[in-house]
């Protein structure tokens, strides 16, 4: 069964560092999401990706984080000077159409900010 | 703010048996219902959608959705130990056009062998 793949599964970097979290969406699937779910809490929306483009981003999603498509495959989240705050298990996902296709999540990126 | 709420248990549930999770929204305009397994330290893995009112079921699952009451189920039948995890409730708050899920706090359900 297709599914989305993250690496690394586990980072740990300095505060302030920056930080590149992979993602590979299943294959025909044309949008593209990053979730994060910090620990004992909710999973939230981080940004959503169709087109080369950011069609939607949340409140969290500041001017430290930003998303690329840098080939036919890939999809990044990186977050430029990480803060403490910043640590969290980071979810991407991917699903086939913008409305009425279920959304599937990776395995999860644990990103520990020290 | 749109909301989804749930009740964040814990569920206990006699192996055998029907669990019932529930979930409330609050952004009238929400088309679109998920129900997600998460079990500990783990993704959301996804076990139902559903955009109609009505139910839908697929094998042990069943959503059920009621959108004049904004009111979102999943009943799961003859519940095993395995079933044991949260279960996300997950709307989609989006504007037209978009996909932004918003998840409730999940309810965690326990399976007693």
């Known amino acids: 069964e297709p599914e989305v793949t993250q690496t690394p599964s586990h980072q740990v970097t300095q505060m302030g560092q920056e930080v590149i979290l992979r993602c590979v969406p299943i294959?025909?699937?044309?949008?593209f999401y990053w979730y994060r779910q910090i620990l004992g809490q909710k999973v939230e929306f981080l940004v959503s990706?169709?087109?080369?483009?950011?069609?939607?981003k949340s409140e969290i999603f500041d001017d430290q984080f930003s998303v690329e498509r840098p080939d036919g495959s890939n999809f990044t989240l990186k977050i430029r000077s990480t803060k403490l705050e910043d640590s969290a298990m980071y979810f991407c996902?991917?699903?086939?159409?913008?409305?009425?296709?279920?959304?599937?999540f990776g395995e999860g990126s644990w990103l520990t900010v020290v | 703010q749109k909301e989804v709420e749930q009740n964040s248990g814990p569920l206990s549930v006699p192996e055998g048996a029907i669990a019932s999770l529930n979930c409330t929204y609050s952004?009238?305009?929400?088309?679109?219902f998920f129900w997600y397994r998460q079990y500990s330290g783990k993704s959301p893995e996804l076990i139902m959608f559903?955009?109609?009112?009505g139910d839908k079921e697929d094998g042990r699952f069943t959503a059920q959705l009621n959108k004049a009451s904004q009111y979102v189920s999943l009943l799961i039948r003859d519940s095993q130990p395995s079933d044991s995890a949260t279960y996300l409730c997950?709307?989609?708050?989006?504007?037209?056009?978009?996909?932004?899920?918003?998840f409730g706090t999940g309810t965690r359900l326990t399976i007693i062998p």
């Open positions: 996902a991917s699903s086939e159409e913008i409305w009425g296709s279920p959304i599937y």
């Open positions: 294959s025909n699937h044309l949008y």
């Open positions: 990706f169709y087109n080369n483009e950011i069609s939607e």
């Open positions: 952004d009238r305009g929400s088309q679109s």
């Open positions: 559903i955009y109609s009112n």
């Open positions: 997950a709307v989609n708050t989006a504007n037209f056009g978009n996909e932004k899920l918003t």
